[in-house]
């Protein structure tokens, strides 16, 4: 289960559970991500199937 709705950043479509998506994202400065959550919601673009195809 999603514990919030995610959008993809390009389309700004509503990604379904269950959908494959894609997450563009910057490589962590830190080997060891406690955070993993935080600096996903930060750094990470969501990408819906579609667009990340393009
Ligand atoms: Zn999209």
Redesign the pocket.
Known sequence: MLERKLY??????EIEAGEDIYAKMKAPKHKIMVEIKAYLKKESDI??????GK
Do not use: A, I, P
């Open positions: 993809c950043s390009d389309c700004n479509k990408l819906c199937q579609e667009c990340f």
